[in-house]
Every structure is written in C-alpha cells, then in structure tokens.
Nanobody
Framework: QVHLVESGGGLVQAGGSLRLSCAAS????????MGWYRQAPGKQRELVAR???????NSADSVKGRFTISMDNAKKTVYLQMNRLKPEDTAFYYC???????????????WGQGTQVTVSS
C-alpha cells in the first residue's frame, strides 16, 4: 500500500513563490516517476511537471521558466518550486506517483489528496 503526503500549498500574491512537497511511503519495489498535476474549477486535470527516476523532466509550457521539479530519491520525495506565480496558477495541485510493487510487475500509479494553491492578483 502506498501513501502520499503533500504539503506546501497556500495563498500567495502574484509574483510570489511557493514550494510543494510530496513524500511517498509504503511497500513498493521502485519509483518510476513522480509528478504534479493541477485542476482548476471547471477545468480538466492537467500536467504541471513530472520527473523520472533517471532525473529526466517534463513540464507544461505555461510553467516553463517559473516552476522547477526535483526529486530526492532517498527520501522518496518530489518537490515543486513555484516562482513568479500568476493568478492563473490557482488550482488544486495533486501529487502523482508511478511505481512498481515488484520489480517484475506492471507499473501502477497513485494520487495524493491534493493541496490548494491560490494566487491573488
């Protein structure tokens, strides 16, 4: 069973910064990827940024140059440093984990409960 604990959301003025953290715990063989997705009211959930266990990253065009994703493999924790925040970044941010229960098993994914990020203008 996998458990994801997110932290770091909150209210910030436009131009400000926030740092989200997501720590994974539980019984699994390996982490393939961790990432952050967000969902604003009335919109579909969208990728913000993700990082593979090899360090390769992928991020949405809307956050490039402002958000940085990183992962501490030893701590099984992913971070999202968000700088120069804009009101349009306001959303519920969800942590995603892609993992293998056993080395031979197919990948699974799990989601955190989410954390609210609100950027005021």
């Amino acid at each position: 069973q996998v458990h994801l604990v997110e932290s770091g959301g909150g209210l910030v003025q436009a131009g400000g910064s926030l740092r989200l953290s997501c720590a994974a715990s539980g019984t699994f063989a390996s982490i393939l990827e961790m990432g952050w997705y967000r969902q604003a009211p009335g919109k579909q959930r969208e990728l913000v940024a993700r990082i593979g266990s090899d360090g390769n990253t992928n991020s949405a065009d809307s956050v490039k140059g402002r958000f940085t994703i990183s992962m501490d493999n030893a701590k099984k924790t992913v971070y999202l440093q968000m700088n120069r925040l804009k009101p349009e970044d306001t959303a519920f941010y969800y942590c995603n984990l892609v993992f293998k229960v056993h080395t031979w098993s197919a990948p699974h994914d799990d989601w955190g409960q989410g954390t609210q990020v609100t950027v005021s203008s």
